[in-house]
């Protein structure tokens, strides 16, 4: 309750610094100088630079209570979040996407252990081609494989 007050206060303070920024004179005149807001009745009751000097001052006092209003806002939502409890341990306070996010990590270690683990039953060849062993010769060049001496008919001939 005191926070909803507080910030309809803060949203007030807000219009009012608005509000008297537009309402001073600049060189371009402004509102103050125009019918706006009153601007012509300013130095009727403010005198001629009492308007300036009111408008400075209010200025700086609603900047200052806006300033004092964003950090009492923000030191005051900060009381939200879920900080140590009694026993030492930070509250468990999960979000769905933190939920599903953890789900979905799991799933894909589980995954790569499968795949892991279906790879070492393979073996290590996996799903290579078979290897075939070529001699060489003293030249390191394959060695071309020689005919047989014998012929089929068991001559040798």
Known sequence: ???????????LTCIA?????LMQSAKGEGLAGGTAFGGGVSNAVFGGRGAA???SRATTV?????????GALAFMS?????TLGTSG????????????????REAALERQAAQAEAEDTQGAG???????IVPVDESGQPA?????AETPDGSGN
């Open 1 to 11: 309750m005191l926070f909803t007050i507080w910030v309809v206060f803060h949203v």
């Open 17 to 21: 610094l608005v509000l008297v920024v």
């Open 53 to 55: 000097s009111f408008l």
């Open 62 to 70: 609603l900047a200052v209570l806006f300033m004092v209003n964003c």
């Open 78 to 82: 900060s009381g939200n979040r879920p």
């Open 89 to 104: 341990d930070i509250e468990n306070v999960e979000s769905a996407v933190t939920r599903q996010a953890q789900a979905e």
């Open 126 to 132: 996996g799903n290579q081609a078979p290897v075939r």
């Open 144 to 148: 071309t494989e020689q005919p047989a």
